[in-house]
T-cell receptor, first 111, second 116 residues
Framework: DAKTTQPTSMDCAEGRAANLPCNHS???????VYWYRQIHSQGPQYIIH???NNETNEMASLIITEDRKSSTLILPHATLRDTAVYYC????????????FGSGTQLTVLP | AAGVIQSPRHLIKEKRETATLKCYPI?????VYWYQQGPGQDPQFLIS???????DKGSIPDRFSAQQFSDYHSELNMSSLELGDSALYFC???????????????FGPGTRLLVL
């Protein structure tokens, strides 16, 4: 599975959009980009995933560049409860593929 | 909606004792994963099961074993516990899909194990 690079930490003002970047320059054509987050000591929570096209759900939007070498997770209106570590994971989906958690980005939403 | 259930939520053991952690996946999920998260660390994959067969193995110590039962619940058995086994242990499950190209994992709340 391709490796990912994320900033160690980011701050965002409450109510503003949080844009979390991820670099995955070695991604292959059949690897998906997944985003999970972990609020302190809770189980990781699935946010969104995509292959090529941009995706949106009730939690976030995922923007994937045309060359697929990077992506951005967008939380449109960040709240204090969005403070968490956000993990970008590239996954060659198949049978019971493990998630490899890198260091992630600590997002702190400030009041 | 039903979530992944883990029990116990907290466990305190002495060194060299054994522990059994249980995981009940979301209904109709056939795949179970176990992860370990040490203090200040990111979750690390231990082992997974698909349709009651071991499907993938990560950095699981030989002292640990796991299995998935006919009702799809899974147990992680840990023997000869060491201080370094103190960690959060997460179980995740993923659903049956007609084609397995996309597999989202849903995590339980974790079991916090403290070895004294």
């Amino acid at each position: 599975d391709a490796k990912t690079t994320q900033p160690t930490s980011m701050d965002c003002a409450e109510g503003r959009a949080a844009n979390l970047p991820c670099n995955h320059s070695t991604i292959s054509g059949n690897e998906y980009v997944y985003w999970y987050r972990q609020i302190h000591s809770q189980g990781p929570q699935y946010i969104i995933h995509g292959l090529k096209n941009n995706e949106t759900n009730e939690m976030a939007s995922l923007i994937i560049t045309e060359d697929r070498k990077s992506s951005t997770l967008i939380l449109p209106h960040a709240t204090l409860r969005d403070t968490a570590v956000y993990y970008c994971i590239v996954l060659l989906s198949g049978s019971a593929r493990q998630l490899t958690f890198g260091s992630g980005t600590q997002l702190t939403v400030l009041p | 909606a039903a979530g992944v259930i883990q029990s116990p939520r907290h466990l305190i053991k002495e060194k060299r004792e054994t522990a059994t952690l249980k995981c009940y996946p979301i209904p109709r999920h056939d795949t179970v994963y176990w992860y370990q998260q040490g203090p200040g660390q990111d979750p690390q994959f231990l082992i997974s099961f698909y349709e009651k067969m071991q499907s993938d193995k990560g950095s699981i110590p030989d002292r640990f074993s796991a299995q998935q039962f006919s009702d799809y619940h899974s147990e992680l058995n840990m023997s000869s516990l060491e201080l370094g086994d103190s960690a959060l242990y997460f179980c995740a499950s993923s659903p049956l899909t007609a084609w397995r190209a996309e597999e989202t994992q849903y995590f339980g709340p974790g079991t916090r194990l403290l070895v004294l």
